[in-house]
């Protein structure tokens, strides 16, 4: 669920420039600073300091191990240069300046920090731009803690082309060279681990095409009738996917599949209504669902004093071969974020979430 967006600004300097502009449009979520994590790297520990000489520790935010990018840029022997007008991180080129220094923190604790998500961070690694993704297949961006920007450790392993993995018994992240460039996605808060090898080949299955077929089959669709948005094979939760999107030629539907490379087999579909309005949603003996007003009342009598003035984002959108509403309720530095069956009622999804933690 989205927080609310931070306003006020982060003016320590980060690298050589200000991080200022990127922190407007960050927001703020509550991370762990962990000085117990000890980070290996072919077979060393290594400890890492900011340019002031300030020993920096990683920071674990929803089970994913962060450290900044300065020290990505030592462990990789390049520059990391920052671009405050665009907002921008590069990584490139051989370093042309030492790894910094200082006084080991050895009085440092567990503790809970402020740590600021910024997707309006672009990272580049050798002038390309780069976006990066967690164990279950979600994009994880740039994140900003006293002024330094971080990164995922997953995300590190990649770019050196090191596997990572975890020593729940040492509390030890552990990034050392793979020849078969294995990467292991692990999760520190359960210390479970799942390798999968992103340089290997997937599976011999079906072709994009055969995969583009299978979704309009399902859709009931030609390919005359739609436009492909994405077709992309990607490796994900154990296993190769074909992900396909399209809209139909009025853009009025949008649909979104995933399929297995391996079998063909349709993983999970969605078809949103864009900029179409579909009559009243029907329940399944052919009378209609609940009203738009009658979903609000439901949603707001979960929250005591909340009124519609406190709704957001209100929709109806099908899901799931479903019309649901779909919505999110701010009030008193909560916000609720819900999903209720247009036919029925229920309400299927409920979320609470603190806007300021």
């Known amino acids: 669920m989205k927080r609310k967006t931070i306003t006020r600004l982060l003016c320590t300097a980060v690298l050589t420039a200000s991080l200022c502009g990127a922190a407007n449009a960050s927001t703020a979520v509550t991370a762990q600073l962990d000085p117990n994590i000890t980070v290996q790297i072919d077979g060393t520990a290594r400890t890492f300091y900011n340019v002031q000489g300030q020993e920096v520790h990683p920071i674990v935010y929803r089970g994913t191990t962060y450290l900044p990018i300065r020290s990505i840029g030592e462990l990789m022997d390049r520059n990391v240069d920052w671009n405050n007008a665009s907002n921008t991180?590069?990584?490139?080129?051989?370093?042309?300046?030492?790894?910094?220094?200082?006084?080991?923190?050895?009085a440092a604790k567990k503790t809970d920090v402020t740590f600021y998500l910024s997707p309006e961070i672009t990272v580049m690694i050798d002038g390309t731009e780069r976006t990066f993704y967690g164990a279950d297949g979600k994009q994880v961006v740039p994140a900003i803690y006293n002024g330094?920007?971080?990164?995922?450790?997953?995300?590190?392993?990649e770019m050196m082309h090191k596997a990572v993995s975890w020593d729940e018994r040492t509390q030890t992240v552990i990034l050392r060279a793979d020849a078969n460039g294995m990467v292991t996605d692990y999760d520190t808060q359960n210390g479970g681990s799942s390798v999968h090898s992103i340089g290997s080949k997937p599976a011999e299955g079906v072709t994009l095409e055969q995969a583009k077929q299978t979704a309009l089959n399902h859709a009931g669709k030609t390919a005359a009738e739609v436009t492909f948005v994405k077709t992309k094979k990607d490796f994900d939760d154990g296993r190769w996917k074909y992900e396909i999107e399209f809209i139909t030629s009025s853009n009025d539907l949008e649909y979104d599949y995933e399929i297995d490379v391996a079998t063909g087999k349709i993983l999970s579909w969605d078809q949103d209504a864009e900029n179409y309005v579909p009559a009243a949603p029907q329940k399944p003996n052919g009378t209609q669902g609940i009203s738009e007003a009658a979903a609000k009342k439901i949603a707001l009598a979960r929250v005591s004093g909340a009124t519609s003035a406190n709704l957001s984002e209100f929709k109806r959108d099908f899901d799931d071969g479903r019309w649901e509403y779909e919505g999110k309720i701010l009030y008193q530095n909560m916000e609720y974020e819900f999903t209720i069956d247009a036919s029925t009622g229920a309400i299927l999804e409920w979320e609470a979430e603190s806007i300021y933690d």
């Open 89 to 106: 991180v590069s990584i490139g080129g051989k370093r042309s300046t030492g790894n910094a220094t200082g006084t080991p923190d050895h």
């Open 148 to 157: 330094s920007i971080y990164l995922p450790i997953r995300s590190i392993g």
